[in-house]
């Protein structure tokens, strides 16, 4: 049924309406934008804690970016595919797939020597989508550093340096997460969690049958070589009946199994002090604690799929943040506020086109993004301006631009 | 284009309509996957806009827009169509559907307790300027009556490149199709570089011209790979690379629990 509005209800609902729009991408925070050739632009990014260089692979090689000035300047590297900071000090690069080995190279030998660098160590704890963070502070002759694997398999270093040599090289290796942790039926991915609910169903009525089936045959007299009354051939069959019926049952419980496993462990990434780990857990990403003994916590959930994230520098009495992408946005999720906000900015993000953004030790975020104007640029905003109201700033600014625009 | 509605939208019990008990769901309010109050003079409209647009109340969250609003998505009746609902406070405030072609977002409006809502009606800023050698909805709905793996790969994510073998070697390991795609936005310049440094073929490199495939969220990670089966998706795409045996693993399990 249409109806007229009059003018003072038209007001109410565009008030209404413009309201519970402010959440997409008005933060404009303050930002400084850095000039990036666009054949050095790349969705895999990662932000030396000083904030002054970055890790950009592409194509398989790799690039160290020097981003104090206007325009990125590039460092050959001898790295490659997703090369990472041990993050922390960010004095240690982690680069994956030599030879099925991991090299370990001094940052500050790759400013000096470019792709002449010489590793300080390497080892064949290796594999695809591997995170690193120093567990303590390094000293100048000494690193303490964690680095996972996309297996969840992690190796805790300790490793004496003398120059840019390694002297010794120590390691204790286990597991994170390998039995789960609290599981929660996500009840908002409903076709999930209907098959999961019914998946424990039909387990607990498979594992009463394989149970009945195994008090039968225990039951069942043990065949022996000297029934001459034809019982032995009956009872021999008995057997056999039973034994396939376990087998069906056998072959309908593990499938179930595996389904109800604690779930599917994808994009894994260490925290900045390697505590703690981000995950794609059944396609919805959660943040652990990583205690001790290698269980984790379930820290927080988010329900929804986002991009790997990245944790802000722990802060003392503080969660902090993490930022990731999704949708086609930069977000940053304050977990002290239990606050989401899109930081994507005026004229970023042409083509979905975002590196996955990182933070320094100070707190600012680092970015990549193709601009509207088809221009890349390295975004640098200071996120402690996030306010508690939806996707607004504790303080508006304009953005401190030296090649954006406002949108 | 802007459309007004109004209607008048007295708290009633709409709930168990609303969310679309599928069999053997339980319909009771406690286990609302919206968890929307169900007093809301503006619930009968969103239920009505969903159920007009063929919603089938398939919920999957997506990223929270701003704090306290509450995002989900779900297929509908018509491959390719999709619908989303934002929640404030278990309010209702937005519902949108979205083709490859347009994003309808309808904004519900209370006052007192009727509920109106405004339309306006955009082209979809994802499918803007469709280019050459694409793999469209259409195409995928073909491909989807067999069983095989959809992988999404871009030539800015160095493994979906290098490792694309891995789900190939795989479906031929598991006799299913292997179609590989590339993310909608990746420049020719760029396709023809990972064509020439990983050896990938002309046939695995159209560009996904698909809204079935952005709705299920292919783009947050490359490469992404969807499994499919008689006409439908295993609702977990596998995320990153993995080991062959892995994926032999995990592609099977996903077949075994459709």
């Not at chain 1, 007001?11 to 850095?34: D, P, W, Y």
């Not at chain 1, 390497?122 to 695809?128: R, S």
């Not at chain 1, 209907?194 to 009463?208: F, G, H």
């Not at chain 2, 806009?49 to 609003?69: F, R, V």
Request: charged share 25%.
């Amino acid at each position: 049924m249409k109806c007229k509005l009059g003018r003072k209800s038209f007001l109410t609902f565009f008030l209404i309406a413009n309201h519970s729009m402010i959440a997409h991408g008005e933060c404009t925070l303050a930002r400084k934008f850095v000039n990036l050739p666009g054949e050095y632009a790349g969705t895999f990014t990662r932000v030396h804690p000083s904030g002054k260089y970055l890790i950009v692979s592409k194509f398989g090689g790799v690039k160290l970016l020097d981003i104090t000035g206007d325009t990125a300047i590039p460092i050959s590297t001898p790295m490659q595919d997703e090369t990472n900071f041990v993050q922390g000090s960010g004095r240690l690069i982690a680069s994956p797939n030599h030879e099925m080995r991991m090299k370990y190279f001094l940052t500050d030998e790759i400013i000096d020597k470019g792709p002449d660098a010489k590793m300080l160590f390497d080892d064949d704890h290796n594999q695809f989508y591997h995170s690193a963070a120093e567990l303590k502070p390094s000293t100048i002759s000494s690193f303490n550093f964690r680095t996972l694997l996309y297996s969840k398999e992690y190796c805790d270093y300790s490793v004496q340096v003398k120059g840019n040599k390694a002297t010794e090289v120590k390691s204790e290796c286990g597991s994170i997460c390998e039995n789960g942790w609290v599981k929660e039926v996500d009840g908002t991915d409903s076709t999930l969690a209907r098959q999961r609910k019914a998946d424990r169903k039909i387990l607990a009525e498979l594992n009463r049958e394989f149970k009945k089936l195994i008090k039968e045959k225990k039951n069942l007299p043990l065949v022996t070589p000297n029934e001459q009354d034809g019982t032995r051939g009956k009872i021999q069959i008995l057997h056999a009946n039973l034994n396939y019926q376990i087998s069906l049952v056998l072959q309908k419980i593990e499938p179930l199994h595996a389904s109800l496993s604690p779930g599917r462990f994808e994009q894994p990434i260490l925290s900045q002090d390697g505590t703690e780990v981000g995950a794609l857990i059944d396609g919805k990403t959660k943040l652990f604690k990583i205690l001790p003994n290698g269980q984790c916590k379930m820290e927080h959930d988010f329900k929804y799929d986002t991009s790997k994230v990245g944790f802000s520098a722990p802060e003392v009495g503080k969660k902090g943040k993490v930022a990731f992408l999704a949708e086609g946005r930069v977000m940053i999720y304050d977990r002290d506020r239990d606050l989401p906000v899109d930081v994507t900015g005026p004229n970023e993000g042409f083509e979905d086109d975002f590196s996955y953004p990182g933070f320094t030790k100070d707190g600012r975020l680092i970015y990549q993004t193709k601009m509207s104007d088809g221009q890349y640029k390295i975004v640098i905003l200071d996120p402690s301006r996030l306010n508690d109201r939806p996707g607004t700033c504790l303080q508006q600014e304009s953005p401190v631009s030296n090649g954006g625009s406002k949108r | 284009m802007v459309y007004f509605f109004c209607c008048i939208a007295f708290a009633s019990d709409v709930t168990s309509e609303f969310l679309g008990p599928q069999p053997g769901a339980n319909a009771s309010l406690n286990l609302n996957p919206l968890d929307i109050d169900v007093t809301d003079s503006c619930l009968l409209m969103a239920t009505g806009l969903l159920k007009a647009e063929g919603s089938l109340n398939t919920w999957t969250q997506i990223a929270d827009p701003g704090k306290e609003i509450k995002l989900f998505r779900s297929p509908t009746t018509s491959f390719g169509k999709w619908v989303e609902i934002e929640i404030s406070n278990k309010i209702p405030q937005v519902v949108r559907l979205i083709t490859l072609e347009k994003v309808s977002t309808n904004q519900l409006v209370r006052k007192e307790k009727s509920c109106s809502s405004q339309r306006v009606t955009k082209s979809n800023p994802k499918f803007m300027k469709k280019p050459r050698n694409v793999f469209t909805d259409a195409q995928l709905k073909t491909e989807m009556r067999g069983t095989g793996l959809i992988y999404v790969w871009s030539p800015k994510m160095t493994y979906s490149m290098k490792h694309l073998d891995y789900f190939e070697q795989a479906a031929q390991n598991l006799k299913i199709k292997f179609i590989a795609v590339v993310d909608t936005f990746a420049s020719a310049e760029e396709v023809k570089k990972a064509q020439t440094i990983y050896g990938i073929q002309k046939r695995h490199s159209k560009l996904l011209w698909s809204n079935e495939l952005r709705m299920r969220q292919f783009y947050n990670h490359y490469p992404r790979t969807f499994v499919f089966s008689k006409g439908a998706f295993h609702p977990q795409l596998i995320s990153g690379v993995k080991e062959k045996s892995e994926i032999i693993e995990e592609v099977r399990q996903r077949l075994r629990e459709m």
